[in-house]
């Protein structure tokens, strides 16, 4: 099988206890046809560089502001780790999870040791960083075109590394998240509802967006919002918000839900809506969609440019509230043969979002970098 080494910012068991499943769950789905072995890198307060009892590794080393020196500390640590453990001789490809940080690694591996690399690109801190380090700037072109794949996790970044560097050849693909979601027509007749669904973290409310859309539903009193998300704080400015709108009981507050509960409810809802901005993909829309739900969300975050022109997908200005008031109009009207529309494009869906795609297609693509035996 294909060896893989990653590097990963974002993992479950790194210091930074994050709860992002991105990586970790690609990697377990793909993990009877690739061979994965895994740096966990961890920007913290103290330098090491160690292997753990479950055989993966773990970087660490300090982080400074505005990420200054980050690519000559990186540098030395790579050296370190090349240094103290060879596992780098037995892989054949290695996969930077993230451009901005991670993509350095991926880079030292190809001119120092001349292994291919691929990358992934995601929306909310790749984008910062390649707007905010223009000081890097070059490294950045230097890593993407030295790569030998790059996986748009976000496919609406290709866009802004090309506003961001002009045209630059490179091979690429799209890559969405592990979500769980088959895409398995549903065979029941749809009926209309008035009520609208937001789901997301409370405490970064007007982050997700819920501020323009309560707006934007102020002046709709025959519409409903219902909302999924904890914080008891952030739960009573969001009423006072409201209140002040006049629109306070057009809002019902769910609270937390196990996700299996929220999968269950998503059908009753005329759309999610959930404009919000970074959002680097949002597994929540493709539970909605795959509940034969329509999403309306952010044209610069999400899902955009995984589908375009489909009416069951309305990526519009997170800032704009009146294009958020009639976008909600129009999928309300329009709403069962939106839905019915959306039902009979579940095949491209399913090839796009489906966890038996994406395992797919980054073992085939991974699968050519093997050895020949």
Not at 76 to 81: E, P, S, W
Not at 279 to 298: K, Q, R
């Amino acid at each position: 099988m294909t060896k893989i080494l990653h590097f990963v910012t974002d993992y479950p068991e790194s210091l930074s206890a994050t709860t992002t499943l991105a990586v970790k769950n690609l990697l377990e789905s793909t993990s009877s046809t690739l061979t994965h072995h895994i740096v966990m890198v961890d920007r913290e307060k103290h330098f090491f560089c160690r292997q753990l009892d479950n055989g993966s590794y773990h970087l660490g080393f300090p982080r400074f502001k505005f990420g200054l020196f980050n690519t000559t500390i990186s540098f030395l640590m790579f050296l370190v780790f090349i240094k103290r453990f060879d596992i780098w001789k037995s892989v054949d490809v290695v996969h930077c999870h993230k451009l901005t940080i991670d993509g350095v690694f991926g880079l030292f591996c190809n001119l120092l040791l001349g292994l291919p690399y691929v990358i992934s690109v995601r929306g909310a801190s790749d984008e910062k960083w390649l707007r905010k380090k223009f000081y890097a700037k070059w490294i950045f072109k230097m890593i993407i075109q030295r790569s030998a794949h790059i996986f748009f996790v976000s496919a609406f970044m290709k866009n802004v590394i090309h506003e961001i560097f002009g045209h630059l050849s490179y091979r690429s693909s799209q890559l969405a998240n592990i979500s769980g979601c088959e895409f398995v027509p549903l065979q029941n007749e749809f009926s209309y509802s008035n009520k609208l669904l937001f789901i997301g973290r409370l405490t970064i409310w007007r982050l997700k967006g819920l501020d323009n859309v309560i707006k934007a539903i102020a002046d709709k009193p025959n519409l409903s919002l219902d909302i999924i998300g904890g914080g008891i704080d952030t739960i009573e400015e969001i009423k006072h918000f409201a209140a002040q709108l006049g629109c306070q009981a057009q809002l019902n507050f769910i609270g937390t839900l196990p996700n299996q509960e929220v999968k269950n409810r998503l059908s009753q809802y005329v759309c999610l809506v959930m404009p919000s901005y970074p959002e680097t993909f949002g597994m929540a829309y493709v539970e909605a969609l795959n509940a034969n739900v329509p999403v309306l969300g952010s044209k610069r975050a999400g899902i955009t440019g995984y589908v375009d022109g489909k009416p069951y997908i309305q990526c519009i200005d997170e800032r704009d509230v009146m294009q958020i008031g009639t976008t909600i109009e129009r999928l309300y009207r329009e709403q069962i043969l939106i839905k019915e529309m959306l039902r009979n494009d579940f095949p491209i869906l399913s090839n796009l979002f489906s966890d038996v795609s994406i395992s797919n297609h980054y073992t085939n693509t991974m699968q050519a970098f093997g050895r020949a035996v």
